[in-house]
Nanobody, 127 residues
């Protein structure tokens, strides 16, 4: 059974950087879009803030564009999320998910469309 595994979270000071990984196990990410989601403490999980489509195009919400970068290594079935200039409001549990089909605007793809999910990795930004 396929699954995704996130890693790379941790405690970081404001202004710091992290690289999160999303690795597929039991299936290949080729042909899938991969989305990144986050859930802040006490809040619901948002729609994806970033999506890498199967043809490696990347889409970002305005709120993270310029600080977040998604990349893919299809040979390793892994997608990465580079986060720079982390701020306390970035504190959240970060999840990745894979979908075979996404909306024309991938950022609007609802959670039910994403077939594979990871369990998340915690990112805490604090001094």
């Amino acid at each position: 059974q396929g699954r995704l595994v996130e890693s790379g979270g941790g405690l970081v000071q404001p202004g710091g950087s992290l690289r999160l990984s999303c690795a597929a196990s039991g299936f290949t990410l080729r042909g899938y879009a991969v989305g990144w989601f986050r859930q802040a403490p006490g809040k619901e999980r948002e729609r994806p803030f970033g999506v890498s489509t199967s043809d490696s195009r990347s889409f970002y919400k305005d709120s993270v564009a310029g600080r977040f970068t998604i990349s893919r290594d299809n040979a390793k079935d892994t997608v990465y999320l580079q986060i720079n200039n982390l701020q306390p409001e970035d504190t959240a549990r970060y999840y990745c998910a894979a979908a075979w089909q996404v909306y024309a605007d991938p950022l609007l793809t609802p959670e039910g469309q994403w077939g594979y999910w990871g369990r998340g990795t915690q990112v805490t930004v604090s001094s």
